[in-house]
């Protein structure tokens, strides 16, 4: 089983619509990250947790928010969608103890018409 | 800001060396790593070097980094069809909070049979 998990694999959806994609991990990492990437443009940050009580803005956090319902899981949220945000979407979580190296879940390929 | 550069695109033949160069402007740079991502996939870590070190070979990759140019490569020996890939280089900073880690935007590598 993967250790990074990530629901739904793909997601089609109209502009103006919630959407929430989810992530779950079995590595016991306090650390988890949300990333976009977008072609030539690499990976961005958008929102990363240390636990439960602790969510930090990344680079383009405008438009999503977060949840940390669990050291297991982390959720991204659009309460609005809109096309630009079509990309695809990886969590990865990591562990101090291991040089901060980051575990990367397969990814969401959102699409919002 | 953290700044992490790499050439877009490299073409290389079936069997010959690749080496996939990065460049970065933190001096402050604890680790350094290099991440594979296979198409349709998530970000695949292959190896991380620590500041101290000046090269890391790990069977057919060797990592070379000169902290005194801000340089990191890649060198693939023997390069098959099946290293085609995004490769990213990423860094973490002494000044990184939470273990974030800063990504290059990938470089595309194409071997050609």
Redesign the interface.
């Known amino acids: 089983d993967a250790d990074?998990t990530q629901t739904p694999r793909n997601r089609i959806t109209k502009t103006g619509k919630r959407i929430m994609l989810e992530c779950s991990q079995t590595k016991g990492h306090d650390?988890m990250?949300w990333y976009r990437q977008d072609p030539?443009?690499?990976?961005r940050?958008i929102y990363?947790?240390?636990d439960v009580k602790?969510i930090?803005k990344?680079e383009i956090s405008d438009g999503y928010s977060v949840s940390r319902q669990a050291q297991a899981k982390f959720s991204l949220s659009l309460e609005s969608a809109i096309p630009n945000q079509t990309a695809l979407y990886?969590c990865?979580t990591?562990a101090?103890e291991q040089?901060?190296?980051?575990?990367?879940?397969?990814?969401t390929r959102l699409t919002v018409l | 800001g953290e700044d992490v550069e790499q050439s877009?695109f490299l073409s290389v033949r079936e069997g010959d060396s690749s080496v996939i160069n990065c460049t970065y402007t933190d001096s402050s740079s604890t680790?350094l790593?290099w991440?594979k991502q296979e198409p349709g996939?998530?970000?695949?870590?292959l190896t991380?070097i620590?500041s101290n070190m000046d090269m890391k070979q790990d069977q057919r990759l060797t990592v070379l980094l000169n902290k005194k140019d801000k340089h990191l490569s890649l060198r693939i020996a023997d390069t098959q069809t099946g290293d085609s890939a995004i490769y990213?280089c990423?860094e973490?900073n002494r000044g990184?909070?939470?273990?974030?880690?800063y990504?290059?935007?990938?470089t595309q590598l194409t071997v050609w049979p």
């Open positions: 990074v650390r990250y030539g443009l690499g990976l940050l990363y947790s240390f602790d930090n990344g990886f990865a990591a101090r040089a901060d190296t980051q575990y990367f879940g397969p990814g | 877009l680790y790593y991440y996939a998530g970000l695949q870590l991380y620590f990213f990423a973490k990184s909070t939470l273990g974030r880690l990504f290059g935007r990938g």
